[in-house]
Protein backbone atom coordinates (compact mmCIF):
# COMPACT_ATOMS: atom_id res chain seq x y z
CA UNK A 1 0.00 0.00 0.00
CA UNK A 2 1.21 3.05 -0.81
CA UNK A 3 1.23 6.00 1.78
CA UNK A 4 -1.19 8.47 0.50
CA UNK A 5 -3.66 5.19 0.68
CA UNK A 6 -3.23 4.43 3.73
CA UNK A 7 -3.51 7.87 5.12
CA UNK A 8 -6.53 8.15 3.14
CA UNK A 9 -7.80 4.21 4.55
CA UNK A 10 -7.19 5.70 8.27
CA UNK A 11 -8.79 9.05 7.27
CA UNK A 12 -12.25 7.95 6.49
CA UNK A 13 -11.88 5.16 8.90
CA UNK A 14 -15.79 4.36 10.16
CA UNK A 15 -16.91 7.72 8.68
CA UNK A 16 -19.90 7.00 6.40
CA UNK A 17 -17.36 8.47 3.59
CA UNK A 18 -16.83 5.94 0.66
CA UNK A 19 -13.24 5.67 -0.23
CA UNK A 20 -14.03 7.19 -4.24
CA UNK A 21 -16.57 9.59 -2.58
CA UNK A 22 -13.23 11.07 -0.74
CA UNK A 23 -10.85 11.54 -3.72
CA UNK A 24 -14.19 13.21 -5.32
CA UNK A 25 -14.44 15.61 -2.21
CA UNK A 26 -10.23 15.77 -2.09
CA UNK A 27 -10.00 17.42 -5.55
CA UNK A 28 -12.09 19.69 -4.71
CA UNK A 29 -10.89 20.94 -1.27
CA UNK A 30 -13.30 19.35 0.87
CA UNK A 31 -12.57 16.05 2.37
CA UNK A 32 -11.22 17.38 5.59
CA UNK A 33 -14.39 19.64 6.43
CA UNK A 34 -16.64 16.93 5.51
CA UNK A 35 -14.53 14.34 7.59
CA UNK A 36 -14.82 16.60 10.58
CA UNK A 37 -19.02 16.89 10.29
CA UNK A 38 -19.21 13.07 9.56
CA UNK A 39 -16.83 12.68 12.88
CA UNK A 40 -19.39 15.41 14.53
CA UNK A 41 -22.14 13.32 13.27
CA UNK A 42 -20.78 9.89 15.01
CA UNK A 43 -20.66 11.83 18.56
CA UNK A 44 -24.61 12.13 18.64
CA UNK A 45 -25.16 8.48 17.28
CA UNK A 46 -26.52 6.78 20.14
CA UNK A 47 -23.66 3.77 21.22
CA UNK A 48 -23.85 0.84 23.42
CA UNK A 49 -21.13 1.71 26.58
CA UNK A 50 -19.22 -1.74 24.80
CA UNK A 51 -18.74 0.00 21.58
CA UNK A 52 -17.61 3.62 23.24
CA UNK A 53 -15.02 1.45 25.39
CA UNK A 54 -14.09 -0.84 22.24
CA UNK A 55 -13.51 1.92 19.41
CA UNK A 56 -12.07 4.95 22.14
CA UNK A 57 -8.60 5.68 20.84
CA UNK A 58 -8.73 4.04 17.90
CA UNK A 59 -7.91 6.25 14.70
CA UNK A 60 -11.03 7.17 13.06
CA UNK A 61 -13.42 5.82 15.76
CA UNK A 62 -15.74 7.85 17.51
CA UNK A 63 -14.90 10.50 19.73
CA UNK A 64 -15.88 9.60 23.63
CA UNK A 65 -18.70 11.55 25.05
CA UNK A 66 -17.14 12.51 28.42
CA UNK A 67 -18.23 14.29 30.93
CA UNK A 68 -17.80 18.04 31.93
CA UNK A 69 -14.95 17.94 35.06
CA UNK A 70 -15.05 21.83 35.02
CA UNK A 71 -17.50 23.85 37.29
CA UNK A 72 -19.43 26.35 34.57
CA UNK A 73 -18.26 29.70 34.58
CA UNK A 74 -20.19 33.07 35.86
CA UNK A 75 -21.97 34.61 33.19
CA UNK A 76 -23.34 38.35 34.80
CA UNK A 77 -26.40 39.32 32.87
CA UNK A 78 -23.84 42.87 32.26
CA UNK A 79 -21.99 42.99 29.37
CA UNK A 80 -19.73 45.42 31.59
CA UNK A 81 -18.85 42.55 34.02
CA UNK A 82 -16.08 40.43 33.36
CA UNK A 83 -17.23 36.41 32.81
CA UNK A 84 -15.29 34.45 35.90
CA UNK A 85 -13.55 31.74 34.49
CA UNK A 86 -12.97 28.56 36.90
CA UNK A 87 -9.81 28.23 38.43
CA UNK A 88 -7.24 26.56 37.05
CA UNK A 89 -4.39 27.73 39.04
CA UNK A 90 -3.59 26.81 42.81
CA UNK A 91 -4.33 30.33 44.43
CA UNK A 92 -0.66 30.52 45.64
CA UNK A 93 0.57 30.90 42.11
CA UNK A 94 0.15 34.51 40.23
CA UNK A 95 -3.33 34.65 38.87
CA UNK A 96 -4.29 35.95 35.66
CA UNK A 97 -6.31 39.31 35.66
CA UNK A 98 -10.60 39.41 35.15
CA UNK A 99 -11.17 38.07 31.76
CA UNK A 100 -11.69 41.48 29.03
CA UNK A 101 -14.98 43.47 28.79
CA UNK A 102 -15.18 45.00 25.22
CA UNK A 103 -17.30 47.12 23.98
CA UNK A 104 -19.35 46.46 20.90
CA UNK A 105 -17.65 48.62 17.73
CA UNK A 106 -20.33 50.81 17.52
CA UNK A 107 -20.90 51.40 21.19
CA UNK A 108 -17.10 52.88 21.34
CA UNK A 109 -15.07 56.41 21.50
CA UNK A 110 -14.56 56.94 18.33
CA UNK A 111 -11.01 59.27 17.91
CA UNK A 112 -9.50 61.26 15.18
CA UNK A 113 -5.75 61.60 15.97
CA UNK A 114 -3.77 64.47 14.63
CA UNK A 115 -0.03 64.30 13.69
CA UNK A 116 1.09 60.42 12.29
CA UNK A 117 4.86 60.78 13.37
CA UNK A 118 6.58 58.32 15.32
CA UNK A 119 4.36 58.09 18.73
CA UNK A 120 1.00 57.63 16.74
CA UNK A 121 2.60 55.09 14.13
CA UNK A 122 4.67 53.30 16.22
CA UNK A 123 2.56 53.05 19.45
CA UNK A 124 -1.15 54.64 19.69
CA UNK A 125 -2.56 53.18 16.55
CA UNK A 126 -1.10 49.51 17.71
CA UNK A 127 -2.51 50.07 21.06
CA UNK A 128 -6.14 50.60 19.75
CA UNK A 129 -6.31 46.80 18.75
CA UNK A 130 -6.08 46.28 22.70
CA UNK A 131 -9.07 48.57 23.75
CA UNK A 132 -11.83 47.59 24.85
CA UNK A 133 -13.70 51.47 25.32
CA UNK A 134 -11.75 53.24 22.04
CA UNK A 135 -11.27 52.85 18.56
CA UNK A 136 -9.78 55.23 15.64
CA UNK A 137 -12.14 56.60 13.07
CA UNK A 138 -10.40 59.57 11.47
CA UNK A 139 -6.78 60.88 10.92
CA UNK A 140 -5.02 64.11 10.80
CA UNK A 141 -2.18 64.68 8.62
CA UNK A 142 -0.13 67.02 6.67
CA UNK A 143 1.13 64.27 3.98
CA UNK A 144 -1.88 63.04 1.92
CA UNK A 145 0.07 60.21 0.63
CA UNK A 146 1.36 58.71 4.27
CA UNK A 147 -2.52 59.40 5.78
CA UNK A 148 -4.11 57.44 2.75
CA UNK A 149 -1.52 54.43 3.51
CA UNK A 150 -2.35 54.65 7.04
CA UNK A 151 -6.09 54.20 6.36
CA UNK A 152 -6.01 51.53 4.21
CA UNK A 153 -3.81 49.73 6.78
CA UNK A 154 -6.65 50.68 9.78
CA UNK A 155 -9.80 50.58 7.23
CA UNK A 156 -10.10 54.32 7.82
CA UNK A 157 -13.16 55.80 5.85
CA UNK A 158 -11.35 58.55 3.24
CA UNK A 159 -14.12 60.83 3.78
CA UNK A 160 -12.56 60.60 7.59
CA UNK A 161 -9.03 61.97 6.45
CA UNK A 162 -8.48 65.59 6.93
CA UNK A 163 -5.44 67.60 6.42
CA UNK A 164 -4.51 70.79 8.83
CA UNK A 165 -6.41 73.48 6.30
CA UNK A 166 -9.62 70.83 6.77
CA UNK A 167 -8.96 69.93 10.90
CA UNK A 168 -12.11 72.33 12.12
CA UNK A 169 -14.26 70.34 9.84
CA UNK A 170 -14.06 67.60 11.93
CA UNK A 171 -16.72 69.58 13.54
CA UNK A 172 -19.22 67.67 11.17
CA UNK A 173 -17.64 63.85 11.68
CA UNK A 174 -20.57 62.17 13.83
CA UNK A 175 -18.04 59.72 14.47
CA UNK A 176 -15.74 61.17 15.86
CA UNK A 177 -16.27 62.31 20.00
CA UNK A 178 -12.49 62.76 20.97
CA UNK A 179 -9.09 64.21 19.21
CA UNK A 180 -6.20 62.55 20.76
CA UNK A 181 -3.42 65.18 19.50
CA UNK A 182 -0.16 64.02 18.72
CA UNK A 183 1.83 66.78 17.29
CA UNK A 184 5.16 68.86 18.66
CA UNK A 185 4.83 70.44 21.87
CA UNK A 186 3.95 74.50 20.11
CA UNK A 187 1.23 73.06 18.24
CA UNK A 188 -0.66 71.61 21.18
CA UNK A 189 -2.81 74.78 22.45
CA UNK A 190 -3.99 76.09 19.00
CA UNK A 191 -5.26 72.18 17.60
CA UNK A 192 -6.66 71.27 21.91
CA UNK A 193 -8.51 75.32 21.35
CA UNK A 194 -10.03 74.71 18.05
CA UNK A 195 -10.74 70.96 18.66
CA UNK A 196 -12.95 72.04 21.39
CA UNK A 197 -14.76 74.81 19.72
CA UNK A 198 -15.48 71.76 17.01
CA UNK A 199 -17.30 70.13 19.81
CA UNK A 200 -14.41 67.57 20.87
CA UNK A 201 -13.19 66.25 23.89
CA UNK A 202 -9.88 66.54 23.65
CA UNK A 203 -6.98 64.02 24.77
CA UNK A 204 -3.71 65.78 24.33
CA UNK A 205 0.09 64.25 24.46
CA UNK A 206 2.59 65.84 26.95
CA UNK A 207 4.12 68.32 27.69
CA UNK A 208 0.77 70.14 27.78
CA UNK A 209 2.24 73.30 25.75
CA UNK A 210 4.87 75.35 25.81
CA UNK A 211 3.54 78.14 28.49
CA UNK A 212 1.68 77.61 31.52
CA UNK A 213 -0.33 80.76 29.70
CA UNK A 214 -1.35 78.45 26.92
CA UNK A 215 -1.98 75.27 29.08
CA UNK A 216 -4.12 77.54 31.21
CA UNK A 217 -6.22 78.55 27.43
CA UNK A 218 -6.67 75.40 26.70
CA UNK A 219 -8.46 74.48 29.93
CA UNK A 220 -10.52 77.88 30.00
CA UNK A 221 -11.30 76.91 26.00
CA UNK A 222 -12.69 72.91 27.19
CA UNK A 223 -14.42 74.63 29.72
CA UNK A 224 -16.31 77.22 27.30
CA UNK A 225 -17.23 74.37 24.96
CA UNK A 226 -18.03 71.86 28.08
CA UNK A 227 -15.86 69.38 26.46
CA UNK A 228 -13.15 66.86 28.99
CA UNK A 229 -9.67 67.97 28.61
CA UNK A 230 -6.80 65.13 29.05
CA UNK A 231 -3.27 65.33 29.36
CA UNK A 232 -2.21 61.76 28.20
CA UNK A 233 0.35 60.84 30.97
CA UNK A 234 0.44 56.91 30.04
CA UNK A 235 2.91 56.29 33.25
CA UNK A 236 0.00 57.29 35.81
CA UNK A 237 -2.43 54.29 33.90
CA UNK A 238 0.54 51.84 34.07
CA UNK A 239 0.40 48.91 36.66
CA UNK A 240 4.27 49.00 37.55
CA UNK A 241 4.04 52.87 38.47
CA UNK A 242 0.44 52.45 40.05
CA UNK A 243 2.36 50.00 42.57
CA UNK A 244 4.96 52.15 43.73
CA UNK A 245 2.66 55.12 44.16
CA UNK A 246 -0.06 52.34 46.52
CA UNK A 247 3.66 51.04 48.39
CA UNK A 248 4.95 54.94 48.81
CA UNK A 249 1.11 55.84 50.10
CA UNK A 250 0.53 52.76 52.31
CA UNK A 251 4.01 53.42 53.69
CA UNK A 252 4.92 49.56 53.20
CA UNK A 253 8.66 50.99 53.37
CA UNK A 254 7.43 54.02 56.28
CA UNK A 255 8.09 57.18 55.55
CA UNK A 256 10.02 58.16 52.24
CA UNK A 257 12.80 59.95 52.84
CA UNK A 258 14.41 60.66 49.18
CA UNK A 259 14.13 60.12 45.65
CA UNK A 260 16.77 60.01 42.99
CA UNK A 261 15.18 59.98 39.00
CA UNK A 262 17.06 60.08 35.75
CA UNK A 263 15.21 60.23 32.35
CA UNK A 264 18.37 60.40 29.34
CA UNK A 265 18.69 59.73 26.16
CA UNK A 266 21.07 60.30 23.25
CA UNK A 267 18.96 62.23 20.53
CA UNK A 268 20.11 63.10 17.10
CA UNK A 269 19.11 65.12 14.21
CA UNK A 270 19.37 69.17 14.75
CA UNK A 271 17.00 69.58 12.16
CA UNK A 272 13.93 68.19 14.41
CA UNK A 273 11.67 70.32 15.97
CA UNK A 274 12.36 68.88 18.95
CA UNK A 275 15.66 71.06 18.94
CA UNK A 276 13.37 73.96 17.79
CA UNK A 277 12.57 76.21 20.56
CA UNK A 278 8.89 77.59 19.42
CA UNK A 279 8.06 74.13 18.41
CA UNK A 280 9.05 72.08 21.11
CA UNK A 281 9.16 75.09 24.14
CA UNK A 282 12.30 73.62 25.46
CA UNK A 283 14.93 70.64 25.14
CA UNK A 284 15.87 67.73 27.45
CA UNK A 285 13.04 68.94 30.22
CA UNK A 286 9.76 69.02 29.01
CA UNK A 287 10.22 66.16 26.51
CA UNK A 288 12.21 64.05 28.63
CA UNK A 289 12.64 65.15 32.29
CA UNK A 290 8.87 65.70 32.38
CA UNK A 291 8.34 61.83 33.59
CA UNK A 292 10.90 62.69 36.38
CA UNK A 293 8.78 65.19 37.93
CA UNK A 294 5.43 63.80 36.98
CA UNK A 295 6.21 60.56 38.19
CA UNK A 296 7.35 62.13 41.68
CA UNK A 297 4.55 64.10 41.90
CA UNK A 298 2.13 60.84 41.14
CA UNK A 299 4.01 58.68 43.20
CA UNK A 300 4.28 61.02 46.41
CA UNK A 301 0.76 62.69 45.48
CA UNK A 302 1.80 66.21 47.06
CA UNK A 303 3.51 68.88 45.02
CA UNK A 304 7.02 70.32 45.50
CA UNK A 305 7.57 73.48 47.58
CA UNK A 306 10.66 74.56 46.49
CA UNK A 307 13.01 73.61 43.42
CA UNK A 308 16.95 74.44 42.80
CA UNK A 309 18.17 73.96 38.98
CA UNK A 310 21.58 73.71 36.86
CA UNK A 311 21.11 73.93 33.08
CA UNK A 312 24.07 72.60 31.25
CA UNK A 313 24.44 72.64 26.91
CA UNK A 314 27.70 71.46 24.90
CA UNK A 315 29.16 74.52 23.56
CA UNK A 316 29.11 74.13 19.59
CA UNK A 317 26.69 71.25 19.58
CA UNK A 318 24.48 71.53 16.99
CA UNK A 319 21.56 70.50 18.39
CA UNK A 320 22.16 72.51 21.31
CA UNK A 321 21.79 76.11 19.59
CA UNK A 322 17.82 77.15 20.63
CA UNK A 323 17.26 74.14 23.23
CA UNK A 324 19.22 72.89 26.22
CA UNK A 325 20.94 69.79 26.82
CA UNK A 326 20.66 68.80 30.05
CA UNK A 327 19.30 69.58 33.70
CA UNK A 328 19.67 68.58 36.90
CA UNK A 329 17.21 69.61 39.59
CA UNK A 330 16.40 69.13 43.14
CA UNK A 331 12.88 69.46 44.49
CA UNK A 332 11.43 70.05 48.37
CA UNK A 333 8.54 68.51 49.32
CA UNK A 334 6.08 69.80 52.15
CA UNK A 335 6.19 66.51 53.99
CA UNK A 336 10.42 66.68 54.34
CA UNK A 337 10.89 64.56 50.95
CA UNK A 338 13.92 65.29 48.97
CA UNK A 339 13.91 64.78 45.11
CA UNK A 340 17.42 65.04 43.11
CA UNK A 341 16.34 64.81 39.43
CA UNK A 342 18.60 64.98 35.51
CA UNK A 343 17.42 64.42 32.39
CA UNK A 344 19.49 64.89 29.20
CA UNK A 345 19.04 64.87 25.28
CA UNK A 346 22.78 64.05 25.59
CA UNK A 347 23.73 60.63 27.05
CA UNK A 348 23.22 56.93 26.58
CA UNK A 349 19.30 56.02 27.48
CA UNK A 350 18.53 55.96 31.45
CA UNK A 351 14.95 56.16 32.82
CA UNK A 352 15.02 54.99 36.19
CA UNK A 353 13.96 56.17 39.87
CA UNK A 354 14.60 54.91 43.33
CA UNK A 355 12.56 55.69 46.56
CA UNK A 356 14.33 55.51 49.54
CA UNK A 357 12.07 54.98 52.83
CA UNK A 358 12.71 53.89 56.36
CA UNK A 359 12.92 50.67 56.04
CA UNK A 360 13.60 49.99 52.56
CA UNK A 361 13.92 50.81 49.13
CA UNK A 362 11.36 50.83 46.10
CA UNK A 363 13.41 50.94 42.23
CA UNK A 364 11.82 51.27 38.95
CA UNK A 365 15.20 50.46 36.46
CA UNK A 366 13.97 50.39 33.48
CA UNK A 367 10.49 53.16 35.34
CA UNK A 368 9.62 55.12 31.65
CA UNK A 369 9.75 53.01 28.47
CA UNK A 370 6.89 51.82 27.00
CA UNK A 371 7.48 48.21 27.82
CA UNK A 372 10.17 45.74 29.99
CA UNK A 373 9.80 47.86 32.75
CA UNK A 374 10.94 46.18 36.14
CA UNK A 375 10.35 46.77 39.58
CA UNK A 376 12.42 45.85 42.85
CA UNK A 377 12.25 46.30 46.07
CA UNK A 378 14.51 45.47 49.31
CA UNK A 379 14.43 45.71 53.16
CA UNK A 380 15.93 43.88 56.14
CA UNK A 381 14.51 40.52 57.29
CA UNK A 382 17.09 39.70 60.33
CA UNK A 383 20.55 39.03 58.76
CA UNK A 384 19.23 38.78 55.19
CA UNK A 385 18.18 41.94 52.86
CA UNK A 386 15.60 41.10 51.11
CA UNK A 387 14.90 41.99 47.28
CA UNK A 388 12.31 41.20 45.19
CA UNK A 389 11.59 41.27 41.91
CA UNK A 390 7.88 41.81 41.11
CA UNK A 391 6.49 40.49 38.22
CA UNK A 392 3.69 42.09 37.25
CA UNK A 393 1.80 41.48 33.89
CA UNK A 394 2.28 44.41 31.24
CA UNK A 395 -0.16 46.64 30.60
CA UNK A 396 0.03 48.95 27.28
CA UNK A 397 -0.11 52.31 28.60
CA UNK A 398 -1.91 53.67 25.76
CA UNK A 399 -4.36 51.48 25.76
CA UNK A 400 -4.67 51.84 29.28
CA UNK A 401 -4.48 55.79 28.75
CA UNK A 402 -7.06 55.64 25.88
CA UNK A 403 -9.83 53.62 27.54
CA UNK A 404 -9.79 55.64 30.76
CA UNK A 405 -10.69 59.18 29.01
CA UNK A 406 -13.15 56.72 27.08
CA UNK A 407 -14.82 55.56 30.57
CA UNK A 408 -14.82 59.61 31.31
CA UNK A 409 -16.69 60.48 28.39
CA UNK A 410 -19.08 57.40 28.91
CA UNK A 411 -19.68 58.23 32.17
CA UNK A 412 -19.44 62.01 32.73
CA UNK A 413 -16.48 61.70 34.71
CA UNK A 414 -13.63 63.94 35.51
CA UNK A 415 -9.84 62.30 34.04
CA UNK A 416 -7.44 61.46 36.14
CA UNK A 417 -4.96 63.52 34.45
CA UNK A 418 -7.07 66.77 33.42
CA UNK A 419 -5.57 69.79 32.21
CA UNK A 420 -4.89 71.44 35.78
CA UNK A 421 -2.53 68.23 36.28
CA UNK A 422 -0.24 69.62 32.86
CA UNK A 423 -0.73 72.50 34.12
CA UNK A 424 0.66 72.27 37.28
CA UNK A 425 4.02 70.76 35.72
CA UNK A 426 4.37 73.46 33.01
CA UNK A 427 4.21 75.73 36.26
CA UNK A 428 7.20 73.79 37.72
CA UNK A 429 9.42 73.50 34.52
CA UNK A 430 9.27 76.99 34.48
CA UNK A 431 10.22 77.48 38.49
CA UNK A 432 13.25 75.15 37.25
CA UNK A 433 13.99 77.11 34.57
CA UNK A 434 14.15 80.35 36.67
CA UNK A 435 15.96 78.82 38.85
CA UNK A 436 18.86 77.73 36.79
CA UNK A 437 18.61 81.42 35.15
CA UNK A 438 19.00 82.94 38.66
CA UNK A 439 21.51 80.65 40.10
CA UNK A 440 18.79 80.61 43.50
CA UNK A 441 16.21 78.18 45.03
CA UNK A 442 12.88 79.16 43.67
CA UNK A 443 9.59 78.64 45.98
CA UNK A 444 6.32 77.46 44.69
CA UNK A 445 2.57 78.44 45.81
CA UNK A 446 1.76 75.90 49.22
CA UNK A 447 -0.75 73.34 48.29
CA UNK A 448 -2.29 71.31 50.80
CA UNK A 449 -4.53 68.76 49.08
CA UNK A 450 -3.20 65.82 48.39
CA UNK A 451 -3.62 64.67 44.31
CA UNK A 452 -4.35 68.57 44.46
CA UNK A 453 -4.92 68.48 40.42
CA UNK A 454 -6.24 64.91 39.71
CA UNK A 455 -9.55 63.75 38.88
CA UNK A 456 -11.52 60.51 40.62
CA UNK A 457 -8.75 57.47 40.49
CA UNK A 458 -9.59 55.13 37.61
CA UNK A 459 -11.53 52.29 38.35
CA UNK A 460 -9.80 49.32 36.00
P1 LIG B 1 7.17 63.19 15.48
O1 LIG B 1 8.08 64.25 14.99
O2 LIG B 1 7.51 61.78 15.18
O3 LIG B 1 5.69 63.45 14.93
C1 LIG B 1 5.12 64.73 14.90
C2 LIG B 1 4.11 64.82 13.78
O4 LIG B 1 3.65 66.16 13.68
C3 LIG B 1 4.68 64.43 12.42
O5 LIG B 1 3.77 63.60 11.73
C4 LIG B 1 4.81 65.79 11.71
O6 LIG B 1 4.66 65.68 10.32
C5 LIG B 1 3.65 66.55 12.32
N1 LIG B 1 3.79 68.01 12.19
C6 LIG B 1 2.79 68.84 11.89
N2 LIG B 1 3.22 70.09 11.84
C7 LIG B 1 4.53 70.07 12.10
C8 LIG B 1 5.53 71.08 12.18
N3 LIG B 1 5.24 72.37 12.00
N4 LIG B 1 6.78 70.70 12.46
C9 LIG B 1 7.08 69.41 12.70
N5 LIG B 1 6.17 68.41 12.63
C10 LIG B 1 4.90 68.74 12.33
O7 LIG B 1 6.99 63.41 17.04
P2 LIG B 1 6.46 62.38 18.10
O8 LIG B 1 7.62 61.72 18.77
O9 LIG B 1 5.41 61.52 17.52
O10 LIG B 1 5.85 63.38 19.21
C11 LIG B 1 4.58 63.97 19.05
C12 LIG B 1 4.05 64.42 20.42
O11 LIG B 1 3.93 63.27 21.24
C13 LIG B 1 4.96 65.36 21.20
O12 LIG B 1 4.19 66.27 21.92
C14 LIG B 1 5.71 64.45 22.16
O13 LIG B 1 6.13 65.11 23.34
C15 LIG B 1 4.68 63.40 22.45
N6 LIG B 1 5.27 62.11 22.79
C16 LIG B 1 4.79 61.45 23.86
C17 LIG B 1 5.31 60.22 24.20
C18 LIG B 1 4.71 59.45 25.35
O14 LIG B 1 5.29 58.44 25.76
N7 LIG B 1 3.57 59.83 25.87
C19 LIG B 1 6.34 59.67 23.47
C20 LIG B 1 6.80 60.36 22.35
C21 LIG B 1 6.25 61.59 22.02
Given at each position: ?95 EGPTPTPMAEDKRIGYALVGLGHLTLNQILPAFGLCTKSKVVALVSGSPEKMQKVATQYGIKKESCYSYADYDK ?291
Amino acid sequence: MKPIDHLVTNLIGNSALSRQDFLQLTSRGLAIGALGSTLASCEKRPESANTAQSTAGTPGGPIPKLPATSPPADIPADSAKPIELEQIKAKTEQQEGPTPTPMAEDKRIGYALVGLGHLTLNQILPAFGLCTKSKVVALVSGSPEKMQKVATQYGIKKESCYSYADYDKLRDNKEVQAIYIVLPNGMHAEYTIRGAQAGKHILCEKPMANTAQECQAMIDACKKADRKLMIAYRIQYEPHNKMVREMVQKQQFGKVKNIIANNGQNSDNPKHWRFNKALAGGGALPDVGLYCLNTIRFVLGEEPSEVMAYVHSTPGDPRFKEVEEQVNWLMKFPSGVQASCATSYGHHDEKSYKVMADTGWIKMDPAFPYTGLQLETSRAEGTENQIIQHKIADKDHFTAEMDHFSECLLKNKVPFTPGEEGLQDQKIIEAIYQSAREGKPVKLPAVSKKDAFRGPEPTA
